[in-house]
């Protein structure tokens, strides 16, 4: 079906309608789905929002595993309740996707056979419950600073989506970092667990923003449309301006030795990530890669008679509601 009506897309080249779709870009109009766009506006926006999607799906399983686990019951449906979120936030972002004219279906069939990714921050494994503090600390700080801005982008259903996944992924960032204060104040055992979780998920948080701009192929043209409203660098600076005091106020170190605040620039200067590693988990090779797209594939399989007797039941549905008219 996607295939099918991007090629009917006659006009999608034309000069003109493309001077005008990049008027009202620029003028701050909400694109909505039955405008004309361009065939790269609209692929763009598959991959993002698929993309996204799928993050907040898989981003479910590192922490759902450590439900049973939680320290305390308080802390177990705190971490019921985020899970329960990640899953309504990749059901906005699959609906905002199925605008653009393709079904939730085959975005899931492009993750599952390699067409389509999610954020590389979910193929690192969460040993223990400091990690899990880590995670809503980092990882949603992270998201945070992704996502505030995409509120304004420049797709309507997409913006609006952002508006609730913003205000929930709030919480959660608050959530976690209060759990790895506890630890951080507690026994001199657990300070060492959160100061261990830092150290393996500083740098993999970095990474969630994507490659630096120099090597990024998507940022340009992502921005001049306003899909995008920041850079990666400019985005990955302000995380660790932000997170920097926030760890010093726990007592915990940055495993970067070369952090150090500039005058100059008012920005810390920090080291980038392992750009290698990167790239290396984007291909596949990642911790956690396998077991993850085990886990989505497992689902998918399993569901699928869920998905049969609801399509079937639809079918019933029209055919009778056709008979009767």
């Given at each position: 079906?996607?295939?099918?009506?991007?090629?009917?897309?006659?006009?999608?080249?034309?000069?003109?309608?493309?001077?005008?779709?990049?008027?009202?870009?620029?003028?701050?109009?909400?694109?909505?789905?039955?405008?004309?766009?361009?065939?790269?506006?609209?692929?763009?926006?598959?991959?993002?929002?698929?993309?996204?999607?799928?993050?907040?799906?898989?981003?479910?399983?590192?922490?759902?595993?450590?439900?049973?686990?939680?320290?305390?019951?308080?802390?177990?449906?705190?971490?019921?309740?985020?899970?329960?979120?990640?899953?309504?936030?990749?059901?906005?972002?699959?609906?905002?996707?199925?605008?653009?004219g393709v079904s939730r279906d085959e975005i899931t069939e492009m993750l599952l056979d390699g067409r389509m990714k999610y954020s590389s921050i979910f193929?690192?494994?969460?040993?223990?419950?400091?990690?899990?503090?880590?995670?809503?600390?980092?990882?949603?700080?992270?998201?945070?600073?992704?996502?505030?801005?995409?509120?304004?982008?420049?797709?309507?259903?997409?913006?609006?989506?952002?508006?609730?996944?913003?205000?929930?992924?709030?919480?959660?960032?608050?959530?976690?970092?209060?759990?790895?204060?506890?630890?951080?104040?507690?026994?001199?055992?657990?300070?060492?667990?959160?100061?261990?979780?830092?150290?393996?998920?500083?740098?993999?948080?970095?990474?969630?923003?994507?490659?630096?701009?120099?090597?990024?192929?998507?940022?340009?043209?992502?921005?001049?449309?306003?899909?995008?409203?920041n850079t990666n660098d400019e985005l990955r600076q302000k995380f660790v301006d932000q997170t920097v005091p926030q760890a010093e106020y726990l007592g915990?170190?940055?495993?970067?030795?070369?952090?150090?605040?500039?005058?100059?620039?008012?920005?810390?200067?920090?080291?980038?990530?392992?750009?290698?590693?990167?790239?290396?988990?984007i291909k596949g090779n990642g911790p956690c890669n396998v077991d993850r797209l085990a886990a989505r594939n497992k689902a998918w399989d399993d569901g699928?008679?869920?998905?049969?007797?609801?399509?079937?039941?639809?079918?019933?549905?029209?055919?009778?509601?056709?008979?009767?008219?």
């Open positions: 079906m996607y295939a099918q009506m991007i090629k009917s897309e006659a006009t999608q080249d034309d000069p003109e309608k493309l001077a005008a779709f990049q008027a009202r870009i620029d003028a701050g109009e909400k694109i909505e789905p039955k405008d004309w766009m361009p065939e790269g506006y609209r692929k763009t926006l598959i991959r993002q929002i698929g993309q996204h999607a799928h993050s907040e799906i898989v981003g479910q399983l590192p922490e759902g595993n450590w439900i049973t686990r939680a320290p305390t019951l308080e802390r177990k449906a705190i971490l019921l309740a985020k899970v329960q979120d990640e899953a309504g936030h990749g059901l906005y972002l699959y609906c905002a996707a199925e605008t653009l193929n690192y494994p969460t040993l223990n419950w400091a990690d899990i503090g880590a995670v809503g600390w980092l990882v949603d700080g992270a998201a945070i600073m992704n996502q505030v801005p995409l509120q304004r982008t420049s797709f309507g259903p997409y913006s609006r989506a952002m508006i609730r996944i913003c205000k929930e992924e709030s919480f959660h960032q608050r959530q976690g970092y209060d759990a790895i204060r506890k630890m951080a104040e507690g026994t001199p055992e657990q300070k060492k667990m959160a100061q261990d979780a830092l150290n393996r998920l500083w740098y993999p948080s970095l990474m969630m923003f994507g490659p630096s701009d120099k090597d990024s192929v998507h940022s340009a043209q992502s921005m001049a449309w306003k899909i995008k409203m915990l170190t940055i495993p970067d030795p070369d952090l150090k605040w500039n005058e100059e620039r008012g920005h810390y200067d920090y080291t980038d990530p392992d750009w290698s590693e990167f790239f290396d988990v699928a008679w869920v998905r049969d007797g609801l399509l079937a039941h639809a079918k019933k549905k029209a055919a009778r509601q056709h008979a009767a008219e």
